[in-house]
């Protein structure tokens, strides 16, 4: 079993920057991959950005070169920091892990306002 808590979501004006941290209850040298999705009212699910074991990256084309995935492994700790947030960026984020299953964290809300 893996456990994940998202921190750091609040209320920022557009323009604005955040920094969402997901604490992993084991060592995340177990976790293959983590990333973090988000969901806006009345729509799916979608991924941020992604990051593997070894560190490489994927994003979602609507937050490249804003948003930045990163892992701390002595921390079990993995972060999503946004910066030139926009109102369309305003949903609640999840973070997820995958280790043999998915695991998903409760979620952390981003608003944004405009």
């Known amino acids: 079993q893996v456990q994940l808590v998202e921190s750091g979501g609040g209320l920022v004006q557009a323009g604005g920057s955040l920094r969402l941290s997901c604490a992993a209850s084991?060592?995340?040298?177990?976790?293959?991959?983590m990333g973090w999705y988000r969901q806006a009212p009345g729509k799916q699910r979608e991924l941020v950005a992604g990051?593997?074991?070894?560190?490489?990256?994927n994003y979602a084309d609507s937050v490249k070169g804003r948003f930045t995935i990163s892992r701390d492994n002595a921390k079990n700790t993995a972060y999503l920091q946004m910066t030139s947030l926009k109102p369309e960026d305003t949903a609640v984020y999840y973070c997820?892990?995958?280790?043999?299953?998915?695991?998903w964290g409760q979620g952390t809300q981003v608003t944004v306002s405009s």
């Open positions: 084991t060592s995340i040298f177990r976790i293959n991959a």
């Open positions: 990051i593997s074991s070894s560190g490489r990256t």
């Open positions: 997820a892990a995958n280790a043999a299953r998915i695991y």
